[in-house]
């Protein structure tokens, strides 16, 4: 099946550690999204990719990095200079100019221990 | 730059009983507006999007909204909801050029009481 998946589900890092969320999806799209999830702030976006080898900064994208070196790839490193890690992370991707309806992975949990 | 806000946080609402979950944007432009659900420690799932044409949107689980332009709404409603319907609702909002993401609001948690 067509889809988009995240790994790992649940993660803990100590704090210090960088740490790669992996975001593979099989829907040809072009562009891959990078969404935090906080309780009650809603998504706020970290990075975006329309094309590979592209991509731009979103609202809070600082302490983060991301690479596009396929398009059926967009892995999201959390570094260690992001104060607070510990959230909700969800995947997406969409075909641009078709409304830009997105479609999400299942989400991964990181915690910092 | 465009917006959405999501006017309730969260609305507990009783079994078979009809629900609106309200959600207003800001926009220089036209608009494209969506619906999504998500369940818990999930992502997020289409609901409905409003394109173009009739500004009545029906959605699946029997969710349907309306576009008002004059009142820059997209209001979510239910004739009857069931316990399953509980939920975080999104509302989002995009320009029709396709080359900005989407702007999320804060989300609705809807409760369904037995």
């Known amino acids: 099946d067509g889809g988009i998946t995240q790994s790992p589900k649940y993660l803990f890092r100590k704090e210090g550690q960088n740490v790669t969320l992996s975001c593979e999806q099989n829907l040809n799209h072009d562009a891959m999204y990078w969404y935090r999830q906080d309780p009650g702030q809603g998504l706020r976006l970290i990075y975006y990719s329309q094309i590979v080898n592209d991509f731009q900064k979103g609202d809070i994208a600082e302490g983060y990095s991301v690479s596009r070196e396929k398009k059926e790839s967009f892995p999201l490193t959390v570094t260690s200079a992001q104060k607070n890690p510990t959230a909700f992370y969800l995947c997406?991707?969409?075909?641009?100019?078709?409304?830009?309806?997105?479609?999400f992975g299942e989400g991964s949990w990181l915690t910092v221990v | 730059a465009q917006s959405v806000t999501q006017l309730d946080s969260q609305v507990p609402v009783f079994e078979e009983a009809p629900v609106e979950l309200r959600c207003n944007y800001s926009?220089?432009?036209?608009?494209?507006l969506f619906w999504y659900v998500q369940y818990p420690n999930q992502g997020l799932q289409l609901l409905l999007k409003y394109l173009s044409g009739s500004t009545l949107v029906k959605g699946i689980n029997g969710f349907e909204a309306e576009f008002n332009k004059s009142q820059t709404s997209f209001h979510l409603r239910k004739p009857s909801v069931h316990i399953s319907d509980t939920a975080e609702y999104f509302c989002?909002?995009?320009?029709?050029?396709?080359?900005?993401?989407?702007?999320f609001g804060k989300g609705t948690r809807l409760s369904v009481i037995a």
């Open positions: 989002a909002v995009s320009n029709p050029s396709g080359n900005t993401p989407l702007v």
């Open positions: 926009s220089s432009v036209s608009v494209y």
């Open positions: 997406a991707s969409s075909i641009p100019r078709t409304g830009n309806t997105i479609y």
